[in-house]
């Protein structure tokens, strides 16, 4: 199993472009997650979601929007990057069953605007 | 959600244990403590879960007291590759989108 797994790795952008961050999990989990962490800051919730055509905002969820179309798949999308989105992305998911609040992350996105 | 507080920073030498605390006064009834631990330029892993007393796996122990009001990750014989920053969290298996995981605890360990 792969596990969790994001696409890209490192990305730089120019103020005001767009582009979608791709996450994928090979465990069949229900809920999955997009964190941002900042220096010194832990990891910030920015959207979830609890299945399959469903997201909710989470802590941070101004400028991004998402889409969970398959249950494997959970994409991030920034309309129109601004510097302060500068940050590493995670990805993660959880089930149902199994260890209560255990979440698996993916190795996280290096974003960089400019 | 109850809020978590624990110390930004703790150092140690290889081979010390070393004791984290958290304090989640306002812990409800149906929530675990689990505690994450992430590695420079990695995603955070769980290390280990409880609810009430003493829990241990290979990794770590668990400390719960009776009063649930806090709790303490014991590193045990840390060595350098334990230099990472630690999580703790609270919440029931409910609480999926509302995990926070706050700034956590870089322990760093010297030789």
Known sequence: NAGVTQTPK???LKTGQSMTLL???DMNHEYMYWYRQDPGMGLRLIHYSVGEG????GEVPDGYNVSRLKKQNFLLGLESAAPSQTSVYFCASSGTSGRNNEQFFGPGTRLTVL | LAKTTQPISMDSYEGQEVNITCSHNNIATNDYITWYQ???SQGPRFIIQGYKTKVTNEVASLFIPADRKSSTLSLPRVSLSDTAVYYCLVGDRGSQGNLIFGKGTKLSVKP
């Open chain 1, 23 to 25: 996450c994928a999990q």
């Open chain 1, 54 to 57: 469903t997201t909710a905002k």
């Open chain 2, 38 to 40: 992430q590695f420079p």
């Open chain 1, 10 to 12: 490192f990305r730089v």
